[in-house]
């Protein structure tokens, strides 16, 4: 089992700038690829970004691509999501997910919310 928390969620004016963590507890969290989805009122689950168990390898979805950065520190068992440049659209509740690779998402944590006002 893996347990996850989101924090850093917030509100902010577009233009801005947030930085997500996700803390990890349970089993070693350098065995585990890391994601970052997020959903909007009335619209499904959408992915932002991965990274590698080791860090090494990275991919966006485009709507985020050169604006969001994803990172991990296997040493303090978090991933980070920095937001930059952030638009009205990127509202959302944003969550944080664990996946063995080549697998599924098996673990997910409760959600923070974003809030990006024009």
């Known amino acids: 089992q893996v347990q996850l928390v989101e924090s850093g969620g917030g509100l902010v004016q577009a233009g801005g700038s947030l930085r997500l963590s996700c803390a990890a507890s349970?089993?070693?969290?350098?065995?585990?690829?890391m994601g970052w989805f997020r959903q909007a009122p009335g619209k499904e689950r959408e992915f932002v970004a991965r990274i590698s168990w080791s860090g090494g390898s990275t991919y966006y979805a485009d709507s985020v691509k050169g604006r969001f950065f994803i990172s991990r520190d296997n040493a303090k068992n978090t991933a980070y999501l920095q937001m930059n440049s952030l638009k009205p659209e990127d509202t959302a509740v944003y969550y944080c997910?664990?996946?063995?690779?080549?697998?599924?998402?098996?673990?997910w944590g409760q959600g923070t919310q974003v809030t990006v006002s024009s």
């Open positions: 997910a664990a996946r063995m690779e080549n697998y599924e998402y098996a673990y």
């Open positions: 349970g089993r070693a969290f350098s065995n585990y690829a």
